[in-house]
């Protein structure tokens, strides 16, 4: 059974109940941006792992996936965010590393190194240092709203809190930045 891509999330996970196959859609619409994600947080010898880990637990919980929410990134990053958080060590040791290291933070995308090169090294070591020193629960919602872009809903949903804790533990690690002087603003 093909499964077309202009279908809803929701729809691909009730078609993948009856065939398995069809939930390589989902896989094959997020994949990517997941990786992209855990590659920032954990780096790249951990984020394949983590984010096979989080499409193996999202298939078998596909029959407990609520079908009313058309979009699954959400539920998605959710579940991803779990798989971090069995890895959060590693995390912590990578921003310190970075810190310490001075080099680039990876990427795959030559495009995204652009004018600014040594002055975006700088600011990355300091970065680092300040976000590896933020509470792990500020430190989510600040990353999955800054790379990744989610909105505050769906950062609730991720990591099923309440949309005013996300904006509390967002302006308190925006805070926490702020004081390094890296100019970060609320």
Not at 79 to 91: D, F, M
Not at 117 to 142: I, N, P
Request: glycine share 6%.
């Amino acid at each position: 059974m093909t499964v077309l891509p202009d279908r809803s999330d929701a729809t691909v996970i009730a078609e993948s109940r009856r065939n398995a196959e069809a939930f390589g859609t989902l896989y094959d619409r997020y994949a990517n941006e997941l990786y992209r994600y855990a590659c920032l947080r954990v780096g790249r010898e951990v984020a394949e792992d983590v984010v096979a880990e989080t499409f193996v637990a999202a298939f078998r919980a596909r029959e407990r996936y609520d079908t009313n929410r058309p979009g699954a990134r959400p539920w998605l990053y959710g579940i991803l965010a779990k798989e971090l958080a069995n890895h959060h060590r590693a995390e912590r040791a990578r921003f310190r590393a970075l810190a310490r290291s001075g080099i680039d933070p990876p990427t795959d995308e030559f495009d995204n190194r652009v004018a600014g090169y040594v002055s975006a090294q700088a600011v990355w070591q300091q970065l680092a240092t300040a976000v590896a020193g933020l509470a792990a629960r500020d430190r989510d919602v600040l990353l999955l709203i800054a790379w990744s872009q989610l909105s505050y809903e769906e950062v609730a949903r991720v990591l099923s809190i309440p949309v005013g804790t996300v904006r509390s533990r967002l302006n308190r690690a925006r805070r926490k930045l702020q004081a390094t002087d890296l100019g970060v603003r609320g």
